[in-house]
């Protein structure tokens, strides 16, 4: 057995089944023996960013590790991106990467990349393997490094001799995963402070998701009837037909979510990080709050917000111990008689362009109502990412896929392929922009050859459409390279690469167009919705402002200009 | 100023993803010296770092105990 065998064996061992990437010298002799696994699928991607994003979408689609595999240099800083992106959002994400032979490492030989050192910031670990006799247990630790703890990206990079050099094999060990142990003193507090608030919030984040706490984060909070509003990663780990649910929190979350935390005299952040699109201005951010704050990640505890009960545990855990101990809530009717006005008076809406021309909310919001909650949803990032966050209901936790931390341009995609892959039982809908989509929609071709059909709404505004609102509220409507103008022929461009290609500009059309898209099982299917290029998407907290300056159209700020909820 | 004391496990890339660490969370490094420690496999690095205001050095543990290859760390 060489190197190269014990490799592909291990992978095998551990339960890997799809890898996404692209063949190349330092990295082809495991492509050989990967060409007789039985047990392994490899979607050849057409560029590397893909293969990456795809395994962040397969990873959240099935809760299991993701696998990319590139070869050196080029291959792999091509895998840059994607690393970044599963490490802000915390991916379980192996990354395979060919080196050049050991004896040239360090000479500036060719296609040699220094990949370890450009991803350390960006990786959880990474190893270099210099005896192929490690191969099995480092790949099998990279998988349970990836996983356990805090999820997120590890490398493992594999010079080529080390591949073509005999190997022994070793069964790699089962990993021992230790949870944090929850401190019972800390989960009292908690349940003491929950007991007694007056104005309590369940801040949930992608954590919850990561931890596969959903039920039991339904359960406490049916239990206590305490709000809940749930963070863009987060987006369907509680139901949003839930009548406890206030929506997203943050930059373009719902005027009651936003009121919430920031009149709230309790936050229970669960699994999130207090990210600055979520709190705005930090020193102005829920200034009379308490907070509970638990995370697997201790770094993450009162990093940018002092925690008064850190809780350091899974939040499995967490919510298994704080539904053990919170008997019921306190009385909450007049917080709750506060925010279900806030909802009333300020529910998401959004108005028709008055050029005739389409909604990109209702495309959206449609799409959603005629696909379902059982579907996974990806986005790219921009203005339809907001809109997909607000205006489709999600029901089931990881059923939105996205890319909340980096914010990556062209994730909707390669992250679609990936959920398909992991997921093929459920229809999977990327909601793309029409900028995002020309940085990497390349994997149609991958998708179409591999029969993955995944739906593309390319929500066509002809504009890097999230800049041009900045432009329009902060830089004097002075429009500086954000057209995209009306090439290409998005349709004709998905025909090419072999999928069905649709097109739709009048709000009559959609319903119908969507119907059309659902019925193709055998192809993917990219639909160019054609809408107006003004929408802008509000609710929004300017950047840098505090929450409680949130506009719910230009100009208009709800929670500054009234007194509502002052004598709360 | 604070004194940072770690027990890193030789491995590759060990020191470098503390050292790449400081600089990505904007920690200034004053003084660092590696030895060998007494125990086999590993090495004590000291540092004497300055946060930047309103940063915690409590923080900066934490975040250097995710480095996979450090063995302990304790500040000063
Ligand atoms: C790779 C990358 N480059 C640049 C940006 C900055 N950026 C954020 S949103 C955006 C516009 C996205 O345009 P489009 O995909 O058409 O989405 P829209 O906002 O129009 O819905 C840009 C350029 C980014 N987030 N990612
Ligand atoms: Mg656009």
Same mark, same amino acid.
């Given at each position: 057995m060489n190197g190269a065998l014990a490799l592909i064996k291990a992978l095998e061992a551990v339960g890997c089944e799809t890898v996404f990437g692209i063949p190349g010298g330092a990295i082809l002799p495991a492509y050989d023996p990967l060409f007789d696994s039985a047990k392994i699928r490899h979607v050849l991607t057409r560029h590397e960013q893909g293969a990456g994003h795809a395994a962040s979408g397969y990873a959240q689609a099935t809760g299991r590790v993701g696998v990319c595999m590139a070869t050196s240099g080029p291959g792999a800083t091509n895998l840059v991106t994607p690393l970044a992106d599963a490490y802000l959002d915390s991916l379980p994400v192996v990354a395979i990467t060919g080196q050049v032979a050991r004896p040239v490492i360090g000479t500036d030989a060719f296609q040699e990349a220094d990949i370890r050192s450009i991803t350390l910031p960006i990786t959880k670990h990474s190893y270099q393997v210099t005896d192929p006799d490690d191969i099995p247990h480092v790949i099998a630790e990279a998988f349970t490094l990836a996983a356990s703890g805090r999820p997120g990206p590890v490398l493992v990079d594999l010079p080529k001799d080390v591949l073509a050099a005999p190997a022994a094999w070793t069964e790699p060990e089962p990993p021992v995963v230790v949870r944090p142990r929850l401190d019972p003193a800390g989960v009292r507090q908690a349940a003491d402070l929950l007991a007694r608030a007056e104005r309590p919030v369940f801040y949930v984040g992608g954590g919850v998701v990561r931890a596969g706490a959903a039920a039991l984060l339904l359960e406490l909070a049916e239990r206590t009837g305490v709000p809940v509003v749930t963070? %863009?990663?987060?987006? +369907? =780990?509680? &139901?949003? !037909? *839930? &009548?406890? *649910?206030? +929506?997203? &929190?943050?930059? *373009? +979350?719902?005027? =009651? =979510?936003?009121?919430?935390m920031q009149k709230a005299d309790l936050l229970v952040a669960l699994g999130a990080r207090f990210d600055d699109r979520v709190t705005g201005s930090l020193a102005r951010f829920a200034p009379e709050a308490l907070v509970v704050h638990a995370d697997i990640d201790p770094a993450e505890i009162s990093k940018n917000r002092r925690a008064d009960v850190p809780l350091v545990g899974d939040c499995r855990d967490v919510l298994r111990a704080l539904n053990a101990s919170v008997t019921t809530g306190g009385d909450l009717g007049a917080w709750w008689a506060y925010l279900d006005g806030l909802r009333t008076t300020f529910p998401l809406g959004y108005d028709w362009p008055e050029d005739g021309s389409l909604a990109p909310q209702y495309v959206i919001s449609r799409i959603g109502e005629l696909v379902g909650p059982e579907a996974i949803y990806t986005s790219g990032v921009g203005q339809h990412q907001m809109w997909a966050a607000q205006f489709v209901r999600y029901e089931r936790p990881g059923s939105f896929i996205n890319s909340g931390g980096l914010g990556t341009m062209g994730f909707a995609v390669p992250a679609a392929m990936g959920a398909v892959c992991g997921a093929p039982d459920r229809q999977v809908w990327a909601i793309d922009g029409d900028g995002c989509f020309q940085m990497t929609n390349q994997e149609l071709a991958t998708c179409a050859l591999e029969g993955l059909p995944i739906k593309v709404a390319v929500i066509n505004n002809g504009n890097l459409g999230m800049v041009r609102q900045w432009q329009n509220l902060f830089y004097g409507s002075r429009y500086s390279q954000t057209s995209l103008g009306s090439t290409p022929d998005f349709a004709l461009l998905a025909e090419a690469m072999g999928c069905v290609g649709l097109r739709c500009s009048s709000r009559p059309g959609v319903d119908d167009v969507v119907r059309e898209a659902m019925a193709v099982r055998d192809r993917p299917v990219v639909i160019d919705f054609v809408v107006g290029a003004d929408a802008q998407v509000w609710p929004m907290v300017a950047a840098g402002t505090g929450n409680d300056e949130i506009m719910t159209a230009r100009g %208009?700020? &709800? %929670?500054?200009? !009234?007194?509502?909820?002052?004598?709360? | 100023m604070h004194r940072l004391s770690l027990l890193l496990r030789n491995k590759p890339g060990a020191l470098a993803r503390v050292v790449v660490l400081f600089s990505t969370r904007d920690v200034a490094v004053e003084s660092l010296s590696l030895n060998p420690a007494d125990a086999d496999g590993l090495s004590r690095l000291d540092v004497q770092v300055r946060l930047r205001e309103g940063r915690s050095v409590d923080q900066l543990v934490h975040q250097l105990r995710r480095v996979v290859d450090l063995c302990e760390v304790s500040a000063a």
């Open positions: 963070t %863009l990663m987060a987006r +369907g =780990a509680f &139901p949003d !037909s *839930h &009548p406890q *649910h206030l +929506g997203m &929190p943050g930059m *373009h +979350g719902t005027v =009651a =979510a936003v009121a919430a %208009l700020r &709800p %929670l500054c200009d !009234s007194d509502t909820g002052e004598d709360l | -």
